[in-house]
């Protein structure tokens, strides 16, 4: 009977240690405009709509100033080390899961890199925003998968057009002195709600 209690015992603590280790809660971090940069393109992030970033599996935070930077990041490290993804939706500039956000999509669209593309968390959001801007296309992180990432060289200025003012040369434009990350990108993995 002792060694029953014993094993019993001896169960549930490997249990509870076990459940404790597996639940790993990854974060997304505030974003701070004054020392905050995007990994890739090393401008500014500003504390708006447009931040995204990755919380690696060790805990490190890794902020970008546009979606398609974090994408650009994603295809030259891998996914392997990412414990999660977040975007924000653009209406709060709530943080929310990569996977699980909605995204409005059109070359038009004016954002830091000029990727044209804003998230939502929610379905009806974007569409709102697809039809309010006369076009667009409605995507989820799966379809973002097989997206061609493409830069609009034509809207990479637009300082001042929603307050996303990056930190460069009066003379220098965005772009400049940047490696061209437009080719076609590593998709993202898994799916919307998953």
């Excluded at 790993?24 to 890739?40: G, R, W």
């Excluded at 599996?57 to 977040?86: R, V, Y």
């Excluded at 003012?165 to 061209?180: C, F, K, L, N, S």
Aim: proline content about 3%; charged content about 30%.
């Amino acid at each position: 009977m002792r060694k029953r209690i014993q094993l019993t015992l001896i169960l549930v603590a490997m249990l509870l240690v076990l459940s404790a280790c597996g639940g790993e809660k990854y974060e997304p971090q505030a974003i701070n405009e004054n020392t905050d940069v995007c990994v890739i393109c090393k401008m500014a992030v500003k504390d708006d709509q447009y931040a995204t970033q990755i919380i690696t599996k060790d805990g490190q935070s890794l902020k970008f100033d546009d979606i398609g930077c974090l994408n650009t990041w994603k295809k030259e490290n891998g996914t392997d080390t990412i414990g999660a993804e977040f975007v924000r939706d653009f209406n709060s500039k709530q943080w929310l899961r990569y996977e699980k956000a909605y995204y409005a999509y059109d070359p038009s669209y004016k954002t830091p890199m000029a990727y044209g593309i804003v998230s939502f968390e929610q379905e009806a959001d974007a569409t709102a925003y697809i039809e309010e801007q006369g076009k667009g296309k409605l995507m989820t992180a799966e379809d973002l998968a097989n997206h061609s990432w493409e830069v609009n060289r034509d809207m990479m200025d637009m300082g001042g057009e929603h307050g996303h003012d990056h930190d460069h040369a009066p003379d220098q434009e965005h772009g400049d002195d940047m490696p061209d990350h437009s080719a076609d990108e590593e998709p993202a993995t898994g799916g919307h709600g998953s």
